[in-house]
């Protein structure tokens, strides 16, 4: 796998899987989302999170991926992740308040689409919500 090994936070419940090519904003999500007390992995691209998903396709939990990802973008991952099963949830982190951006996320498969700058609550309920 691999990952930031600071991104990595242990815990025997659900994951979180941060997709995030800036690693400041991986580690202020981790912060954030380690507040559910669940288990956060991150990764700096969609091909990164892909290849982890290849080797274990039991992974289970949600994933907070910025739409802007180099090489495997987040549409097309949202396209291939629904050959996986059981559903793994993908809230689109946005860095442009676009309609278009968002409804294009949604189409592809996203379960949410939450624009930057992020609200903390919100976001923190919206996992909440699919982690369930």
């Known amino acids: 796998m691999v990952t930031h090994q600071s991104c990595i936070v ?4 659900k ?23 669940v288990s956060v992995r991150c990764y700096d691209s969609a091909v990164q999170f892909m290849a982890d998903l290849d080797k ?9 991926a910025e739409v802007d990802l180099p090489g495997l973008d987040t549409f097309e991952m949202l396209r291939r992740l629904r050959n996986y099963g059981p559903a793994i949830p993908v809230i689109v982190l946005l860095n442009r308040a676009s309609e278009q951006f968002a409804q294009r996320a949604l189409d592809a498969g996203a379960a949410e689409v939450i624009n930057k700058p992020l609200l903390h609550n919100r976001l923190l309920e919206s996992v909440e919500q699919l982690l369930r």
């Open 56 to 64: 274990q396709p039991e992974m289970h939990g949600c994933v907070l």
């Open 10 to 13: 242990s815990s025997e419940r």
């Open 15 to 37: 994951s979180v899987f941060i997709v995030e090519p800036d690693q400041a904003v991986q580690d202020g999500l981790r912060a954030l989302i380690g507040e559910l007390n």
